[in-house]
């Protein structure tokens, strides 16, 4: 009898900004967000506030199994905080440059406490923005440094947690490493500086909330009536999956 186990095995990285990001890079910028070096800036201190913003990877990646690793930096930031998103354009909004509530590479959501993703105050336009086919996890400063997740263009308030161990308005770049194993999405924060850490698992379905085996992957940011500028610094995204691998019969000889 030939013993086997399961092993999970990552593919390249299908994004691949290790070192940071350039123009025309393949990445979407959306309302306030810019190239800054080799950064994208998602809001800055030099505006009256309000700012809403979104970078998405240009085309859909799939979302079964992944691990992704991005590095944000929060500096002179009182206000308000980023979100992960993964989504898909709404089925009902079939058309891709909407912004408001079809998801997609266009895809932009309130501001203030709406982070980019969602929300009916503020905004862009005034308007009752959110992504219906989503997932977010948020990275809030002006909660108490606090993350959570949430779905379907949902306020992302409540129900979240404190982060210990990590300030994200601390001025140092936080590494934030996601793994998926299609029914648990877990999470370290790195503070770069302090190597201080917190963790956290969600469970959650992902392709049927998004609606796809496939879907958009970035990241939103806002500001209410105080400033941040808000970055991101680099970002991989790798697929996983599972395989069977025979082991080694345990009377091999090696001679």
Request: neutral net charge; contains cysteine.
């Amino acid at each position: 009898m030939v013993a086997s186990a399961n092993y999970q095995i990552s593919t390249p990285n299908i994004i691949n900004f290790p070192s940071g990001f350039a123009a025309n890079d393949g990445v979407i910028l959306n309302g306030r967000a810019i190239h800054s070096g080799s950064s994208i800036q998602m809001t800055d201190t030099n505006s009256v506030g309000l700012e809403t913003a979104a970078a998405w990877y240009a085309v859909p990646v799939n979302v079964q199994t992944f691990s992704t690793n991005f590095t944000l930096q929060f500096t002179s930031a009182t206000a308000n905080g980023m979100t992960f998103c993964i989504q898909n354009q709404n089925p009902t909004s079939t058309d891709a440059s909407s912004k408001w509530v079809s998801g997609g590479p266009t895809a932009l959501g309130n501001g203030q406490g709406g982070l980019g993703y969602s929300g009916s105050t503020g905004g862009v336009g005034g308007q009752v923005a959110g992504l219906l086919n989503s997932v977010a996890v948020k990275f809030d400063i002006s909660s108490g440094n606090t993350t959570g997740i949430f779905v379907n263009g949902a306020n992302p308030t409540t129900p979240q947690t404190t982060i210990t161990g990590v300030t994200l308005n601390s001025g140092h770049p936080i590494n934030v490493a996601m793994t998926y194993n299609g029914t648990t999405l877990s999470m370290t924060l790195t503070d770069t500086v302090t190597k201080g850490t917190f963790s956290k698992s969600f469970t959650i379905d992902i392709p049927s909330t998004v609606g796809g085996s496939t879907a958009y992957v970035g990241f939103t940011a806002s500001t209410g009536f105080t400033f941040a500028n808000q970055f991101v610094n680099a970002w991989t995204y790798a697929t996983t999956s599972s395989v069977q691998i025979p082991a080694a019969p345990s009377n091999l000889r090696v001679q």
